[in-house]
Each structure stands twice: as C-alpha cells, then as structure tokens.
C-alpha cells in the first residue's frame, strides 16, 4: 500500500518564479494538509483541502495558494518566491475524521530559492 | 494562543530510558501525538493520546498527559541507537489543524 507521495523530491528555483509542489495521499485518505518546515524548526501548518475546499488556513499570505482534485491528489502552489520560502513542504494526508487519529506524512519537497 | 513547546536537545545511553516533555497552551486539545523524523525524512506517527486519557502505553513507548498542568510526556524503554531522530509533540487544536512543537533532538550513545 503506497503512502503518501510527492513531487519533486527537490527543486532550485529563483526569486520571483512561481512554485507548483504535488502530493497524492495515502489510499482510502480524504484530507491533505500542507506544512512548511524551515530548516531547525517544526512543521508550520499551511492549509488543509478536503472535498476539494481549503477547509482551514494558517497564517500564509495569499502566494500560497493550493488545489484538491477529485481523486483527492493536491496541488501547493506559491508565487513570488522569497528567499524566505526556501524549506521542506510536507504533504501529511487522514481521513475525513479530521485527522483525528493522526497524519501520514509525505517525505517531502525541498525548495531552495536562490 | 496555540503553542507548543519542548525542550530542543536530550541525550541518553543507549539501553537506558528516555523521557521527552512537552507543554501545550490549548486547553480544548482533543487530540495530542508524538511524531519522529529521521534524516531527510517525513514525519512518522508514534502515538496519539485521547484528551481524557490520563496514560497510554505501546510496547516500548509511553505516554504520559497531565492535562490540568498542559504537559505531555513520550518515554521510550530501552533507547536503542535507531531511536536517535527528532521527536514532534504536537496537538490537535482550532478546527481542524495540528499545532507542532520545534521537536526535540534525541541522541543516542553507544
């Protein structure tokens, strides 16, 4: 059973570009979250999709912006990179139970913004 | 606010116990977990507690929730060198999101 996967594993882009990071979650999930985690720190929550709605948001300006599709896959896109953007962006996909009983987590993307 | 804290380092021999604290600031946690991430690796799920749980115990983990005083304990029986990785507390608060913590640094000596 495959888990949680996403692409690519890294990416170099410039200031200014545009970003678009993929993540299909585990079988039978419904729910994908996104987190940023910065080098030395913990997973900063993004957004959550869920019936292809943002259910809820944290504190990421509008440059982030994301997708769920149908077969629950999702989409984290951020446009005008900052340098500040560079990290690992975690995809953790759960069930509809809100995540309850926990996420499964992506190995992640590595963004370097240079 | 929501915030959790845990203490960034701990280093332990290998065979003796560790034991990772942690504290919350939302009192309406439902949910609180222990994550664990290795080198260049997602999160994995160790554990959840239930908020009205007092101890939850899974084979070599046990954890630990005083809720009154917010805090949140992992304890890892027999630390082994495959255990040396980033511990996450996290919590599941507002809505529908999981707070986590900075993570906590365990190293394991031979």
């Known amino acids: 059973d495959a888990g949680v996967t996403q692409s690519p594993t890294h990416l170099i882009k410039t200031r200014g570009q545009q970003v678009t990071l993929r993540c299909s979650p585990k079988s039978g999930h419904d729910t994908v979250s996104w987190y940023q985690q910065a080098l030395g720190q913990g997973p900063q929550f993004i957004f959550q999709?869920?019936?292809?709605?943002?259910?809820q948001r944290g504190n990421f300006p509008d440059r982030f912006s994301g997708h769920q599709f149908p077969n629950y896959s999702s989409e984290l896109n951020v446009n005008a990179l900052l340098l500040g953007d560079s990290a690992l962006y975690l995809c953790a996909s759960s069930f509809w139970t809100g995540n309850n009983y926990g996420y499964t987590f992506g190995s992640g993307t590595r963004l370097t913004v240079v | 606010g929501e915030d959790v804290e845990q203490s960034l380092f701990l280093s332990v021999r290998e065979g003796d116990s560790s034991v990772i604290n942690c504290t919350y600031t939302?009192?309406?946690?439902?949910?609180l977990y222990w994550y664990k991430q290795e080198p260049g690796a997602g999160l994995q799920l160790l554990t959840y507690?239930?908020?009205?749980?007092d101890m939850k115990q899974d084979q070599r983990l046990t954890v630990l929730l005083n809720k009154k005083d917010k805090h949140l304990s992992l304890r890892i029986a027999d630390t082994q060198t495959g255990d040396s990785a980033i511990y996450f507390c996290?919590?599941?608060?507002?809505?529908?999101?999981?707070?986590f913590g900075a993570g906590t640094r365990l190293f394991v000596k031979a």
């Open positions: 939302d009192s309406s946690s439902t949910y």
């Open positions: 999709y869920y019936e292809e709605e943002e259910r």
């Open positions: 507690i239930f908020s009205n749980m």
């Open positions: 996290a919590e599941r608060s507002g809505g529908f999101k999981t707070i």
